[in-house]
């Protein structure tokens, strides 16, 4: 069974930054995402990498956010810069074992494995 363990979240000020760690264990996995879900917002794909190392952002995150992977320890890191309001949201990794394409890499009903989330809060 893969499991899942995020951490990193916490308040923040507008244009601040934060670096969330997602601990991958269990089985060794190709695709791996971050999801996030805002107050009263449905939950939305943010970031991506495959084990190849190739990745997708969605637009709104483009230039702030950098998703990297260290596979000797099997986690995954969300490397979130000049942080919005709009950022506010659980954050969740899930991940699957086989690769799919990157087009589709964001989508949550691609995941059968998730993590508990993170909260990530950015206010003044």
């Known amino acids: 069974q893969v499991q899942l363990v995020e951490s990193g979240g916490g308040l923040v000020h507008p244009g601040g930054s934060l670096r969330l760690t997602c601990v991958v264990s269990?089985?060794?996995?190709?695709?791996i995402a971050w999801f996030r879900q805002g107050p009263g917002k449905e939950r939305e794909g943010v970031s991506c990498?495959?084990?190849?190392?190739?990745?997708y952002h969605i637009q709104s995150v483009k230039g702030r956010f950098t998703i990297s992977r260290d596979s000797a320890k099997n986690t995954v890191y969300l490397q979130m810069n000049n942080l919005k309001p709009e950022d506010t949201g659980v954050y969740y990794c899930?991940?699957?074992?086989?690769?799919?394409?990157?087009?589709?890499?964001?989508?949550?009903?691609?995941?059968?494995?998730w993590g508990q989330g993170t909260q990530v809060t950015v206010s003044s």
């Open positions: 990498i495959r084990s190849d190392r190739s990745q």
């Open positions: 269990g089985f060794t996995v190709d695709n």
């Open positions: 899930a991940a699957r074992l086989n690769r799919i394409v990157l087009s589709a890499c964001v989508s949550p009903d691609q995941y059968p494995n």
